[in-house]
């Protein structure tokens, strides 16, 4: 296999849903087993995406492999010289894992799919859309440019709204897949801002060219300043599609589509986008970028946890843990935890995704019930789905052994050794306190739905385990949030594999723009962007930290891990002590603590707050526009063409009275003086010798000489 | 192609077809409309052989020497009249990248409006005269390289676009009729004005060696052959240039329509029957924004150059008036008339910029509002067709009622939206690349990036309320398209995909022209 191989590889896996999109769509009507054919794609997807992986992973671990063609050939533009803007293909080590990860999870979902939408009067358009959501997805992580990532970010953007709004038909789903697209967009523009930033001074959307020029001190518009707004603005794209605050709005709405959707894509895929953006864009982030994103993200956690701890829909809680999650993400590389914070993403995909699928074999079962005060001791009916849930829940809780503790705990130690290097105590304070809470809220959702007595005899009685095409993904999920599967040793992901896969790469940033742990020990610099002429790189040992930032890391590893257990199981016996043993009434608890209850029972009101500071002010501007449109600036239009014809009349009557009259003036003179002489025109020709012998005289007398 | 005139044929084989068609009984109905169909496939053919024979590499915008299928004769000459020596007009046509790619879309926009306008009942004799009409005055406007004879061209097109609408209108049909030719004709004033004070300005040589006074576009963009005291000369320091092209700059404007003269625009399209508004939105809007960069910057390059954060302004005020209007509408077709205006607003923008990445966006813009905007109308004009209504309020679920239409809708409006993949977004984002690359109008253009929000907020708002939810009792009995409307929307649903994801089949037309363009703005008078 030789590089090229591989960049071919990465194009087929690509394209092959985009085909099985296709196909499905035109003929799906006709042939109604055509879905198999975007399953199969899928799985043909996955495969090549295992092999591709094993391949980078054994003969190329240390390459950047890239290869560039020019899309959009503008000439010999005056000024700048020949300018074509290319696309790319990029294959890095995480890039062949989130091939695995995306094409896994969509593949599991597809399957999944073909028992939960039995009988959908769309099943087979469902099929096309999960085809072109696989295709836009992957075009994300195959990237090698910015531009690129911003054309895949746009169609990963219609495919969710084709996905949330599936269910078209009811009010609800088209509202939720137009907010997702409008929230994103808003997003999007920050980002194409910042991409434009970039282009404007580089020349290039390519990530390595766009670092390599950082790296030789070209900062944008000679300002660090530039830089740092560079980075914040790209990062706003991630903000929309991560579902971060001020922009989480739109993903528990979301939450409408067909629920293997929601777990694809609103927890397993599409939202670890935003984190994967910022992944890409890690080596540009000066300080204060860093900073923002961090803020960012520990709000967001925070934010969500809140939320996330008095809902009663099922998918519902598992929408707010997965924006607090991804805060969690952001937060991670906000405060330079890059390993921690992919690993996390990826651990965090299994386990949501399962989660996901778990809760959706559940409202299966249940008849699209999705409301937790009308389950209640499922397990009994459903032991599998009980099992893969439980193992999802320990894992997103960070128990031991899960490949969630492993994840979650490196991340939290992250955030502590930076505050220990900063001082910025707050966001590991409130990452505990996540910590905490996400324990308690999933084990509130797990007793609430599988244990105790059933709430509703009828729909209890009706509940079955799901068949083996939904059970099956399940496990294999559920496997995967194994520890095993990352590391040897359960308490070390250092050790693992998994972890050195990731290379966290060097920041290109001038030295006085970066935190003080992140500037380079002279003498540890070993790799760098050193792209050879034929397009490819090295990820070689990339040096970002100091020693001080080891050190530190070091120094909390062990105390963050043991805290972060004690939180967690404080969680998990707060969870037990109210829904399971009930030795607190929650009721009674929410009614001593009314508003804070209130607070987080209504999402701390931001959906009515945009709606009425955004929305209803933009309608008014918009009528307003219209409104001015038609009478002012149309009024003005034919106010003029009044005022013409008002002139023109006034003209007209001119015309006629003062023109024409003096015209019919003179006619009447002339007529006057004519019927005044008719008197002389006697016909006698004595009287006229008279006239002319008087003439005569007169005009003598007037000529005579003097 | 040596010796083959393809531009005299493209013009003029509709005036042909429109004599047949004044000739042909009353009665032969449908031989009036296959003579028109014949006439605009003809066309659509030529087009096609004349980019296939088309000289990627030969810039032309001011070089008489790389234009190509150049026909130049001499249409006017009178010798020696009384102080004003020569009397001389040219039949002078040419294309160039900048031409190009207009030309096809005026074939492809008139064939397709053809099958749009089969369903005319109202003396199709008499439709089909205006029609081939105004198809030969539009295609003269995109070819002329003389400014009498594009003048000439320009009002012609006036005079089939008035009956068109004032006859085979709706309800106002008369007072939109009215307002679009009093505007266009006001418009038309001034540019005369600068047409004759650029007259008086420049000479060229003849062959005999006398020197006479011009009205070649070409000539008139050279510095070197304006007179020292002439009134638009740039040698004479007292000249009236920028007034000169403040009134020519309106004379366009009117046509683009850009904000404030505008309001012509949204009552044309609601009164005239869908082929014409197709028409309208996909040809004749671009006559403006081709004006201004054939005819405005490359003879004042000076005052474009002091004037483009003015133009710019101008552009991000339609981006984002023109969204805002759009959103406020209960019309079908008046948004869609309103949309037309915020997205000619990126045309504008792009051109502001002077740079060859905004002028290929600009350009590409043009292109790709002809086809998507052509059909965006289309779609309206189905759904009146049947429903004879265009409440946006009454209608819902038309997405189960109307599949296939409806697939046709969802990629239209995507494609207006600014989805990636798809062509609208491709101009859209090199006009944002060229515009934000200039300091000066960076932060505006930061402002009308706002009209990427604001376009996905009233398209998609537009497509959950005419065809999600649940169809209404009443709508029960429409039926989806039938063969004559696939034959529409399916070449252009093509386009747009295609040159979404290859857009270089249409650039590669348009940059060696787009950067001799600039280059020239950029370097002359300087």
């Not at chain 2, 037309?340 to 002077?354: E, T």
């Amino acid at each position: 296999m030789s590089e090229s191989n591989l960049i071919s590889l990465a194009v087929t896996i690509l394209f092959l849903p985009l085909i099985g999109f296709f196909i499905v769509l035109l003929f799906g009507k006709r042939f109604k087993q055509l879905y198999k054919f975007e399953v199969g794609i899928i799985t043909v997807a996955l495969l090549l995406s295992i092999f591709t992986g094993v391949v980078k992973l054994t003969n190329y671990f240390n390459n950047i492999i890239i290869t560039q063609f020019t899309w959009i050939d503008l000439g010999n533009v005056p000024s700048i010289g020949h300018l074509s803007i290319n696309l790319g293909i990029m294959i890095d080590n995480i890039t062949v894992i989130m091939l695995f990860v995306v094409t896994l999870i969509s593949t599991l979902v597809h399957y999944f799919s073909i028992a939960y939408m039995e009988g959908d009067a769309r099943f087979s358009r469902y099929f096309a859309y999960l085809g072109i959501f696989t295709f836009s997805m992957l075009g994300i992580v195959i990237a090698d440019n910015l531009l690129m990532i911003y054309i895949f970010w746009e169609l990963v953007g219609l495919s969710s709204y084709l996905l949330i709004g599936f269910w078209y038909e009811k009010k609800s789903a088209s509202d939720a897949s137009m907010k997702a697209f409008l929230a994103n967009r808003i997003g999007d523009i920050g980002m194409f801002i910042g991409i434009l930033i970039l282009f404007t001074n580089y020349h290039t959307f390519s990530f390595q060219d766009i670092f390599q020029n950082i790296a030789n001190g070209v900062v944008p518009f000679g300002s660090n300043g530039w830089l740092t707004a560079a980075g914040i603005l790209v990062f706003m794209g991630a903000v929309g599609k991560s579902a971060q605050v001020p922009l989480h709005i739109w993903l528990p709405d979301a939450m409408e589509g067909p629920t293997p959707v929601s777990a694809l894509i609103h927890a397993a895929t599409m939202v670890a986008a935003g984190v994967y953006l910022v992944a890409r864009i890690f080596a540009l982030l000066t300080a204060d970028a860093m900073l923002v994103i961090a803020v960012v993200g520990t709000v967001t956690s925070i934010f969500a946890a809140t939320i996330a701890l008095t809902q009663n829909d099922i998918k519902k809680v598992l929408a707010y843990s997965t924006v607090s999650q991804l805060g969690y993400m952001i937060m991670a590389l906000g405060v330079g935890a890059y390993k921690f914070a992919f690993f996390h993403l990826v651990t965090h995909a299994f386990f949501k995704g399962l989660m996901f699928l778990g809760s959706g074999s559940v409202i299966h079962s249940m008849h699209h019930e999705q409301d937790m005060r009308q389950m209640g001791g499922l397990k009994k009916k459903m032991p599998i789905t009980y099992i893969t849930f439980l193992i999802g829940t320990l894992a997103i809780s960070g128990v031991p052994l899960t490949s969630g503790f492993l994840s979650k705990d490196g991340l939290l130690a992250g955030t502590w050794a930076f505050a220990d290097l900063t001082g910025h105590y707050l966001i590991p304070i409130i990452g505990f306190t996540v910590a905490l809470m996400t324990a308690f809220y999933m084990f509130r959702l797990v007793l609430m739905t599988f244990h105790g007595e059933p709430r509703n005899q009828h729909k209890f009685d009706n509940a079955h385990e799901s068949p083996k095409l939904m059970t099956i993904p399940l496990i294999i999920l559920a496997a995967l949030s194994i520890f095993i599967f990352y590391t040897p040793n359960p308490v070390a992901p250092s050790e693992g594999w998994f972890f050195n896969w990731i290379k966290t790469p060097q920041s290109v940033v001038p030295e006085e723009a970066r935190f003080d742990f992140m500037k380079s020990d002279a003498h540890k610099v070993e790799g760098s962007l050193n792209k050879d002429v034929h397009g490819s790189g090295s990820e070689n040992a990339a040096i970002t930290y100091s020693e001080m930032y080891e050190h530190a890391m070091h120094k909390v590893h062990y105390p963050a891990m043991i805290i972060s257990v004690i939180f967690a199981v404080l969680g998990i016996l707060l969870a037990f002590l109210m829904y399971e043993w009930k030795k607190i009434d929650p009721d009674k608890l929410a009614e001593k603590l009314k508003p804070l209850y209130n607070l987080s029972y209504h999402k701390w009101y931001i959906d009515e707050i945009y709606s009425f500071l955004f929305v209803e002010r933009l309608l008014d501007l918009s009528r307003f526009i219209s409104w001015f449109d038609a009478t002012v600036v149309d009024g003005i239009v034919n106010y003029s063409a009044t005022l013409t014809r008002g002139i023109a009349n006034i003209t007209g009557w001119f015309d006629t009275y003062i023109v024409d009259g003096l015209v019919n003036f003179t006619a009447f003179i002339s007529g006057f003086v004519g019927l005044s002489l008719r008197k002389i025109q006697t016909g006698k020709v004595q009287t006229y010798i008279v006239y002319v012998v008087f003439s005569v005289i007169i005009i003598l007398l007037i000529l005579r000489p003097f | 192609m040596q010796g083959f005139p393809i531009l005299t044929i493209l013009t003029f084989i509709p005036i042909i077809g429109m004599i047949i068609v004044l000739l042909l009984p009353k009665s032969a109905e449908n031989n009036v409309k296959y003579t028109t169909l014949a006439v605009t496939s003809i066309q659509l053919v030529l087009a096609i052989v004349m980019i296939l024979n088309f000289d990627y590499s030969a810039a032309g915008v001011f070089d008489v020497n790389s234009f190509q299928f150049i026909e130049k004769v001499r249409w006017i000459q009178i010798p020696d009249v009384a102080f004003l020596g020569t009397l001389k007009i040219d039949y002078f046509l040419g294309v160039d990248g900048l031409s190009a790619p207009l030309v096809l879309l005026s074939t492809i926009i008139f064939f397709i409006a053809t099958f749009s306008s089969w369903t005319i009942k109202k003396s199709p004799k008499g439709y089909f005269a205006m029609y081939l009409l105004l198809n030969a005055a539009t295609m003269g406007v995109f070819l002329s390289l003389d400014f009498f004879l594009f003048f000439v061209f320009w009002e012609v097109m006036l005079l089939p676009m008035y009956f068109l609408i004032g006859i085979w209108g709706g309800p106002r049909k008369e007072y939109a009729a009215i307002k679009f030719f009093i505007y266009t004709m006001l418009g038309g004033v001034f540019m005369l004005i600068t047409m004759i004070g650029l007259y008086f300005s420049a000479t060229e040589i003849l062959a005999d060696g006398t020197q006479a006074y011009t009205f070649n576009l070409l000539t008139l963009m050279d510095q070197s052959s304006y007179l020292t005291d002439g009134i638009l000369s740039p040698l004479n320091p007292n000249n009236w240039r920028f007034m000169a092209y403040i009134g020519l700059f309106v004379a366009f404007a009117v046509k683009i329509p850009m904000f404030p003269f505008h309001t012509w625009l949204p009552d044309a399209h609601v009164e005239a029957p869908t082929p014409i508004s197709v028409v309208l939105a996909g040809v004749l809007l671009k006559l403006g924004t081709y004006g201004i960069l054939r005819i405005s910057f490359p003879i004042f390059p000076d005052i474009t150059r002091e004037l483009m954060w003015y133009i710019g302004l101008f552009g991000v005020i339609n981006i984002v008036y023109g969204a805002l209007a759009a959103m406020a509408q209960k019309d079908y077709k008046k948004l869609i008339a309103y949309s037309s205006i915020s997205h000619m607003g990126y045309v504008l923008l792009g051109m502001a910029s002077l740079t060859s990445t905004g002028f290929n966006g600009a350009i590409f813009q043009m292109f790709n509002h002809g086809t998507i905007t052509a059909m965006l109308f289309l779609i309206v004009g189905i759904i009146y067709d049947r429903a004879h209504t265009r409440g946006l309020y009454e209608f819902g679920g038309l997405a189960n009622q109307m599949p296939i239409y409806t697939g046709f809708v969802t990629v239209a409006f995507f494609a207006a939206v600014g989805l990636p993949g798809l062509s609208g977004w491709v101009s859209e984002a090199l006009v944002f690349v060229g515009a934000f690359g200039v300091e000066s109008i960076r932060t505006i253009t930061m402002i009308g990036m706002l009209g990427i929000l604001l376009g996905a907020g009233y398209m998609l708002w537009t497509l959950q309320r005419v065809y999600l939810g649940t169809v209404p009792e009443k709508w029960k009995q429409l039926k989806d398209l039938d063969g004559r409307e696939l034959t529409m929307l399916i070449p252009l649903t093509i386009i747009v995909v295609v040159l979404g994801s290859f857009p270089s089949f249409m650039l590669d037309i348009m940059t060696t022209s787009v950067n001799s363009l600039v280059d020239f703005i950029a370097t002359t008078l300087n």
